[in-house]
């Protein structure tokens, strides 16, 4: 898709006077905005820019996993990746495609699959999670571009059902306890086991137990900045999520509910890393402003549905795989009207 | 419980939760069939949810008033023909016969008006619509409430009356018109796509269809949590009692 990407070298020409004696309100222009001609190609946009854009976001999130987890999280994101680069030639090569693994693609969905896993889980995990996730959520679609879920929140989900036990995450190696490791529960399952609420501040740092990845709101919130800044995450998805996990969190503590406030619901579990690194993925996430919105809205009231009243601690990868199969829908009920266009059909 | 969250909480629980395609797996051959457009598969939704709302009323009544063990119809029948007879008349043999029957004729129903109303909507269902006659949405609905028809003579662990019955029949059509609508979406997007040959129709519809079951797994429990929290607090006066012996 971004190798399409074109540029129009002519400015964009004034709407007609008729359109602006109307004075429609300037609309948003869509994310692939295509003007009338000529165009050169934008060599600078490329699948590779975005997908090492996204693993140059992740870095921060990878700093504090390796502070947290040790060896424990290389060895489980080198798993990942290593496992997504061979179901990707595995599959291209049944198909005979060309290599398709320069695109980094690839790389990018065993990344976010290894982040999403806990430290604790065995090898097969993550080598399963990534062929299924590659298999069943992209090469059965035609390949990059085409598939209709993200595919690594499709391997999780595989993973999630077929190895519930092993999903759990069990320990973390505390640094500043003087002890080797530190086991204890997830801050969203004690909470949900036991109703006790963890402190706000060690969430948000990150220093407690979770997925590998998941643990930092703070770097999260770096590297999904660096994501936005660049262009390679719409920005519309994660302000959306918040906004509506915000709002809804809030409005529950307004009427005394929980003593998990809205301030814990951002900063905990994987709301944040999936907010700006999962939702935002350029191919299954809607392409106009007006569906990115709702993607995003319906994101993070879906988390914050998910992690008060269903059975599972936390709903983000649910969320995901769920907003991403009402995606067709939205794009098909948001086409955005061009400035001094035509107005739509209504049929 | 109150008597309105008890059926919100049996309305989510169907729609969403034990969604009869992605829980139960039942009504996957019209989820198939009718998933190519959109429309369509809002109109073959639409169509489900009217006839699985007749059929299980009409199941209901046939079910409560003649076919269930001592049954006042068919009691009444047995004191008219063999006065004195203590036998319990159970007709109970003929409840798929009879549910058959009653979806056929509510198919035929909406096929007339479809057929007189929506022309084209008639024409684009094809085979399809008579075939919601064999939807085992449709039956297994009926089914599901026949378990649940309170009989005389053997309690049921949780009887629905007409209302409950009628609420899960057409809760039970919402959900697999959410899931049809969603599937004919996603296919719609799939025409663009370099699917591989095999997996073409069908394979893939399959495929999609079990990652959004796994989807709606997020749902899982919702139903008896929300049942915790919306349930009547304790009264207040235990409360009290408790904390009185501290002063």
Not at chain 2, 71 to 91: E, I, M, N, Q, Y
Not at chain 2, 108 to 125: A, G, H, I, N, T
Not at chain 2, 147 to 158: R, W
Not at chain 2, 192 to 221: E, K, N, S, W
């Amino acid at each position: 898709m971004a190798e399409n990407a074109v540029t129009p070298i002519a400015p964009a020409a004034p709407p007609p006077a008729a359109a602006s004696a109307r004075a429609a309100p300037a609309k948003p222009a869509p994310a692939l905005s295509v003007a009338p001609g000529p165009h050169i190609a934008s060599g600078a946009l490329t699948t590779r820019r975005m997908m090492l854009d996204v693993i140059l976001a992740a870095l921060p999130l990878l700093a504090v996993s390796v502070y947290l987890f040790r060896q424990y999280a290389v060895f489980q994101i080198a798993i990942s990746v290593i496992g997504a680069l061979a179901a990707e030639r595995f599959f291209g090569w049944m198909r005979r495609r060309p290599n398709t693994l320069g695109d980094l693609s690839a790389a990018v969905t065993g990344l976010i699959l290894g982040l999403s896993l806990p430290a604790s889980a065995p090898w097969y995990v993550g080598v399963i999670g990534a062929f299924a996730g590659i298999g069943f959520g992209k090469a059965v679609f035609g390949g990059l571009g085409q598939n209709i879920f993200n595919p690594a929140m499709v391997g999780r989900a595989f993973v999630m059902i077929a190895f519930p036990a092993a999903l759990g995450a069990s320990a973390y190696v505390a640094p500043t306890l003087g002890v080797d490791a530190v086991t204890q529960a997830t801050p969203l399952t004690a909470f949900k086991m036991m109703g006790s609420v963890a402190a706000l501040k060690p969430l948000f740092l990150g220093m407690t137990n979770g997925s590998i990845g998941e643990t930092s709101a703070l770097a999260a919130l770096i590297g999904g900045a660096y994501l936005c800044w660049r262009g390679t995450a719409a920005w519309r998805i994660p302000a959306g999520g918040i906004l509506a996990l915000a709002i809804l969190a809030g409005a529950s503590d307004l009427t005394g509910g929980s003593p998990w406030t809205f301030a814990h619901h951002l900063s905990s579990g994987a709301f944040l890393f999936g907010a700006f690194f999962i939702a935002t993925d350029p191919v299954s996430s809607p392409l106009t402003p007006k569906g990115q919105w709702i993607f995003g809205a319906g994101f993070g009231a879906l988390v914050l549905l998910i992690r008060a009243f269903s059975g599972y601690p936390e709903g983000v990868m649910f969320s995901v795989l769920l907003m991403n199969s009402v995606a067709p829908l939205i794009n098909r009920w948001t086409i955005p009207t061009p400035v001094g266009g035509p107005a739509p059909e209504r049929k | 419980m109150n008597y309105l969250v008890s059926v919100l909480l049996l309305a989510i629980s169907t729609a969403l939760i034990n969604n009869m395609v992605f829980h139960y797996f039942v009504g996957n051959c019209p989820f198939i069939g009718v998933s190519r457009r959109v429309d369509t598969a809002f109109g073959m939704g639409a169509a489900v949810t009217f006839v699985v709302t007749i059929a299980a009323a009409l199941s209901w009544i046939m079910t409560y008033f003649v076919l269930a063990p001592g049954a006042p119809l068919t009691a009444a029948v047995l004191r008219l023909v063999r006065p004195g007879s203590t036998a319990v008349a159970d007709l109970s043999i003929l409840n798929y016969i009879v549910y058959i029957f009653v979806i056929a004729w509510a198919v035929q129903l909406v096929e007339m008006y479809v057929r007189k109303f929506f022309p084209p909507l008639y024409k684009s269902f094809g085979v399809f619509l008579p075939l919601i006659t064999t939807n085992c949405v449709i039956l297994f609905t009926c089914l599901e409430i026949m378990k649940h028809v309170p009989v005389a003579g053997a309690p049921v662990a949780e009887p629905w009356g007409l209302d409950r019955a009628l609420i899960f029949a057409f809760f039970a059509g919402i959900g697999f018109l959410i899931a049809i609508v969603l599937m004919a979406g996603i296919r719609e997007e799939l025409e663009h796509c370099d699917v591989p040959a095999p997996l073409r129709g069908p394979g893939i519809t399959m495929i999609i269809a079990g990652i959004l079951a796994l989807a709606f797994l997020g749902f899982t429990g919702m139903d008896t949590t929300l049942a915790r929290r919306l349930a009547p607090k304790p009264p207040p006066a235990s409360a009290e009692t408790a904390a009185r012996p501290a002063p």
